[in-house]
């Protein structure tokens, strides 16, 4: 195996054989999605995965020939195009959530590009020699840079992504070395906002959030500011919740409660996991899931491709699928953990907690575990703008790899 | 950030250990949440998944067929089909219904009605028509793709040869109405089942309906048929069993194109000996096979507006005066009193009437039928003479004697709601009717003609009739062939001593065979009948004219009884004697009776 190491930015073939085994799994479960009795959108969609595919080999390429300084110096005009873009989009964007723009043959989603322009600027912005993190107020700048493609992520609207920056924002926090109790106080006024919907519980947190503080000690300013973050985000509660469309409000309700809808709302989790439950043990068999092939499991393609996977190949597929991914996270997580390169270890694990965030979050809301948020399944799922995004990701990863 | 390098690896491990730890435990929820999902609660959403997918279609299973005394069919099953939108969203059914509604003609208001039903029962398939042409099976089937969510099923039909002839008796079948579902004769009745509604549909639904097999169909989430599921799954559908009838048929398809013009009546027949049921005919009369698949809302509604009541069974649901057919229940009671008997005379001769009090009875001959004894006065239907028999008996042991004759109940015949007869059952009817100071005793004068408080139905006349003809305990009447005749015996017969009754027998001869006698004109050729006229004053119009009779007279094999609405204005002919003396004609003719020696032989019926 060694002469694969002597191709130049592949620093971890046993990453790119798990990364290619799960795409090729990924698109013969989109083949089989596509499977189906009833006219569907999914049926031959395997062949366009394929040609995203190519696309995808060839970022792949790219971004692991690109030296990391060229990125880090870089990344400020990718985080501007991405900007640049998540504004378009927000004027001409078509598709279901008004996402995508279209590019010539194909589409493209500017949030998948802007995950990586962030990750590339946080990171930049954290290993910064002049920054100084020290105090919760310092941390303005990074949450800056994450607080613009969010907010513009969540106003087309797509709550799941917009997540998802948040989440980086966190993962670059922690693998920066932010005390885990700043990381805390910093998103506790998220917490505030979930917890807004019942007064005794939010009044629990606010002790919590007290008690922290006061062992803590920061800044008075600093401990003030969290405090009314804190209040502001509980009294908005309420408010933001009655701003959310229907729609959004009912895939959260059904979360609590498939069966209050479920015909409308709860009708994709149900049927979800009817699929996978039904699998058992061994599975229906590839391409032969009755729930999905009689169409009653929904966009079997992209969100809900592991149900497909539940329904026919059953337990054990699902346990060679979680294996895979596990085994693929495992290896990113030590080249991070192993680079010798700040930047290229901020932006590995980054994309580490990307990757960890769609899984969990895809797996989760197939089995009802989460709300359905639409995120993609990491290589399996089809659409070809995240494709891109990881793909690209893996190159930097294998640059990062080979540079360690 | 300013950090020393054995530092950040020191907090790389440290953070790299965290985010393994956090990433690792996750995981291994998510795998836990699969295999809860999967292998602990698998079968439960394989089952799930099979209601999902599977959905039970009724196979109908053929009614029973109707057979009468001679195997002819009176009630069949022809191929039909039915023609159902599967469950569903509700717009789509609405849509599918519009698309539709001009080849199955649907009205706007059919369609609101389907449209409701939906709505009431939303997982069940919804049937749109029951009784589809090919025409229509075929439009669908060229459009299948289109059409996906209708299903076909082939359901036999019924039909009734004879039609109008056997309306009221054989009744009709119809889809199960929401509130038949909840009742508990139907227990287990799907929503689109066909029940019997009325006549003989109804009274043997039971045995006449089968059971309805099952079979599945794989269905797509839109509801779309995809395939028929294996075929072993469903059950099969068990036919129902066959009905034979007492009835003759073509006897009663006489009645009916017999049966005088523009008028009102009804006719029934029975073998007395057996209390078969061999004619039931009321008129006017509709056409049940009209019925099927669904009543046409302006047929229903003419049906139900026609003043003259088409649908009603003038045979078991209906009472008329008796009129003078009355007068062989009065020669009973008084016979067994010991009042009357057939050479009794009564101290009034006849002159056309009679006072009472204040009153003056009239008799139907304004010229007086003179002085007669009891059977000159059933022979004349003299009502003077029964004015005063009616008196002798004297009005408790006249109701007494009236019950034990078994008037006041349901004959107990084989078809729904029968109505029993009114008469009063002591002299407190009276009082409570109309306070005790309120009437005098000249109301037996009234019931002695069979008028005042006294109605009857012409079933229950021919059941005493017919108990008069053999001397036994009448058996129930029945349409349905049955074996068990103890069970269907009657608790009373006429209780008249042999003699007394051949008495009666031979005034009734009288009636029909003397010149003189109210049917002499319409006399039965080859064989001797027995019977008696009568003509019930009815407020609204012209008198009915009724007849009730039996033949051959001393050996009877047919009782009739039969009532023709206003059948009998002044001066003209009764109309029910020539109409009931030519059915029991025909009928004695074609069960080959041989003529009674020294009669003429039969000419032509009229």
Not at chain 1, 289 to 300: D, I, N, S, V, Y
Not at chain 2, 131 to 141: H, L, P, R, W
Request: glycine share 12%; proline share 7%.
């Amino acid at each position: 195996m060694s002469w694969l190491r002597r191709i130049p930015g592949l620093g971890d073939p046993t990453l790119l054989g798990l990364m290619l085994l799960l795409t090729g799994l990924g698109i013969a479960m989109i083949y089989s999605a596509g499977q189906v009795e009833v006219p569907s959108v999914a049926t031959g969609i395997w062949v366009r995965q394929l040609a995203w595919l190519c696309v995808a080999v060839i970022a792949f390429i790219l971004a692991s020939r690109v030296p990391l300084r060229f990125l880090e110096w870089f990344a400020p005009w990718l985080y501007g195009v991405s900007l640049g873009l998540l504004l378009l989009v927000l004027a001409i964007g078509t598709g279901p959530s008004g996402s995508w723009l279209e590019l010539g043959p194909g589409r493209l989603q500017p949030a998948e590009i802007a995950k990586l322009g962030t990750i590339f600027m946080l990171v930049r912005l954290l290993g910064d020699k002049d920054e100084d993190f020290a105090g919760l107020s310092r941390l303005w700048k990074p949450v800056a840079v994450v607080a613009a493609p969010f907010a513009l992520v969540l106003l087309q609207p797509d709550l799941g992504s917009a997540l998802v920056f948040g989440f980086i924002l966190i993962a670059a926090l922690f693998w920066a070395g932010i005390p885990l109790v700043k990381i805390f106080l910093l998103v506790s006024p998220a917490v505030s906002l979930l917890l807004g919907f019942n007064w005794v519980v939010w009044g629990a947190w606010f002790v919590v959030l007290l008690v922290l503080l006061y062992y803590h000690r920061p800044f008075v300013l600093e401990s003030v500011g969290v405090i009314l973050a804190n209040f502001a985000a509980g009294a908005l509660t309420m408010p933001l919740w009655n701003s959310l469309l229907p729609y959004q409000q009912n895939r959260l309700l059904v979360f609590l409660d498939p069966e209050v809808d479920p015909r409308g709302s709860g009708w994709h989790l149900i049927q979800s996991k009817v699929a996978i439950g039904s699998g058992g043990l061994f599975g229906q068999g590839f391409a032969s899931g009755p729930q999905k092939r009689l169409a009653f499991l929904p966009e079997q393609h992209t969100d809900f491709i592991f149900s497909v996977v539940g329904e026919e190949l059953g337990f054990l597929g699902v346990a060679f699928f979680l294996g895979l991914f596990a085994w693929l996270l495992w290896r990113v997580l030590r080249i991070a953990m192993e680079a010798s390169d700040d930047f290229g270890s901020g932006v590995t694990f980054c994309l580490f907690a990307v990757l960890f965030a769609h899984l969990v979050q895809n797996l989760g809301m197939t089995v009802g575990l989460l709300p359905i948020t639409g995120l993609p399944l990491p290589l399996v799922s089809y659409g070809g703008s995240f494709l891109l995004l990881l793909y690209a990701g893996f190159g930097v990863i294998q640059r990062v790899a080979s540079e360690r | 950030m300013m950090m020393m390098d054995s530092q950040k690896v020191a907090l790389r491990r440290q953070r790299g250990r965290i985010a393994l730890l956090a990433s690792g435990g996750l995981l291994l929820l998510l795998a836990g949440a699969f295999f809860r999902l999967q292998i602990l609660s698998g079968s439960q959403y394989v089952l799930r998944s099979e209601e999902n997918r599977l959905r039970a279609i009724s196979v109908p299973a053929p009614r029973g067929t109707i057979y009468d005394r001679n195997g002819l069919v009176v009630a069949e099953n022809i191929p039909g089909y039915v023609i159902s939108v599967l469950p569903g969203p509700r717009d789509t059914i609405a849509a599918t219904i519009d698309r539709l509604a001009g080849r199955l003609g649907i009205s706007p208001e059919e369609r609101l009605e389907l449209i409701e039903k939906n709505r009431a029962r939303p997982n069940e398939p919804l049937v749109l028509r029951d009784n589809a042409g090919f025409d229509q099976v075929a439009f669908i089937e060229e459009r299948r793709p289109a059409f996906s969510r209708i299903v076909v099923e082939p359901r036999p039909r019924r039909l009734y040869p004879a039609g109008e002839a056997v309306a009221h008796m054989i009744g009709y079948v119809g889809e199960i109405s929401e509130q038949e579902l909840e009742a508990p004769r139907y227990e287990g009745y799907e929503p689109g089942r066909i029940i019997g509604k009325d006549g003989l549909e109804a009274q043997y639904e039971e045995r006449l309906a089968g059971t309805p097999g099952v079979r599945y169909v794989e269905v797509n989430a839109l509801g779309s048929i995809v395939r028929e599921f294996d075929v072993g799954s469903g059950t099969p559908a068990v036919p129902g069993e066959d009905l034979e009838l007492g009835i003759d048929l073509a006897l009663q398809t006489l009645a009916d194109s017999i049966f005088p013009e523009g008028m009102r009546g009804a006719v029934v027949a029975i073998d007395p000996w057996n209390g078969e049921v061999l004619l039931l005919y009321s008129h006017p009369t509709f056409d049940p096979n009209r019925f099927i698949g669904g009543i046409p809302l302006d047929l229903w509604s003419a049906l139900r507006d026609d003043p003259d009541k088409p649908m009603l069974n003038r045979v078991s649901t209906a009472t008329y005066p008796p009129g003078s057919t009355w007068k062989l229940i009065v020669s009973t009671v008084g016979m067994k009193t010991g009042d009357l008997n057939i050479r009794s005379y009564m101290p009034h001769v006849c002159t056309g009437g009679l006072s009472f009090g204040n009153r003056y009875f009239r008799c139907w001959n304004p010229r007086g039928h003179g002085g007669t004894d009891l059977s000159g006065a059933i022979k004349g239907s003299c009502n003077v003479y029964f004015y005063q028999a009616g008196q002798r008996i004297g009005l408790d042991a006249f109701t007494a004697g009236v019950q034990a004759l078994g008037f006041g109940e349901r004959t107990g015949i084989d078809l729904p709601f029968e109505i029993a007869g009114v008469f009063p059952e002591s002299r407190e009817y009276f009082d409570r009717r109309y306070g005790p100071r309120g009437w005098t005793e000249s109301v037996v004068w009234n019931l002695a003609i069979g008028q005042g408080e006294n109605h009857q139905s012409v079933l229950r006349q021919a059941v005493f009739y017919g108990a008069l003809a053999t001397g036994e305990s009448p058996i129930r009447p029945h349409l349905a062939r049955d074996e068990n005749l103890a069970a269907r015996r009657m608790p009373w017969s006429v209780g008249l001593a042999e003699s007394q009754r051949h008495d009666l027998v031979d005034a009734m001869i009288r009636v029909a065979n003397e010149p003189g006698g109210t049917a002499y004109s319409y006399r039965l050729q080859p064989w001797t009948m027995a019977g008696k006229t009568g003509t019930s004053q009815n407020p609204h119009g012209a008198p009915h004219s009724w007849f009730v009779g039996f033949a051959p007279a001393r050996d009877p094999r047919i009782v009739i009884a039969a009532i023709i609405e206003q059948g009998h204005p002044d001066g003209t002919v009764s109309l029910a004697v020539p109409y009931a003396s030519r059915l029991v004609g025909r009928y004695l003719e074609s069960i080959g009776l041989p003529p009674e020696p020294g009669r003429e032989p039969r000419v032509a019926a009229r």
